[in-house]
Nanobody, 115 residues
Framework: QVQLVESGGGLVQAGGSLRLSCAASGSISGLNAMGWYRQAPGKQRELVAIITSGGRLNYADSVKGRFTISRDGAKNTVYLQMNSLKPEDSAVYYC?????????WGQGTQVTVSS
């Protein structure tokens, strides 16, 4: 059983920063990619950022230059540093990890950016 525990969401003014964390616990073997997705009301869930086990990074165009994803392999934890936040970044942010043949989602954490 794998569990993902997210933290760090909240309310922030436009231009502010937040740091999300997602810690994976349980029987994890061969973690591959760890990433963050988000879903705003009435919209589809979209990829925000992903980091592979080899350290390759991929970002949505809308967050490039503002968000930074990183991971601590020893702790099975992935982070998302979000700077220069905009109201359009408001959404529920979900952690996602993959291992051979498996994929897991976190419960989601709300990020709200006020203008």
């Amino acid at each position: 059983q794998v569990q993902l525990v997210e933290s760090g969401g909240g309310l922030v003014q436009a231009g502010g920063s937040l740091r999300l964390s997602c810690a994976a616990s349980g029987s994890i073997s061969g973690l591959n990619a760890m990433g963050w997705y988000r879903q705003a009301p009435g919209k589809q869930r979209e990829l925000v950022a992903i980091i592979t086990s080899g350290g390759r990074l991929n970002y949505a165009d809308s967050v490039k230059g503002r968000f930074t994803i990183s991971r601590d392999g020893a702790k099975n934890t992935v982070y998302l540093q979000m700077n220069s936040l905009k109201p359009e970044d408001s959404a529920v942010y979900y952690c996602h990890i993959t291992a051979p043949g498996l994929a897991y989602w976190g419960q989601g954490t709300q990020v709200t950016v006020s203008s």
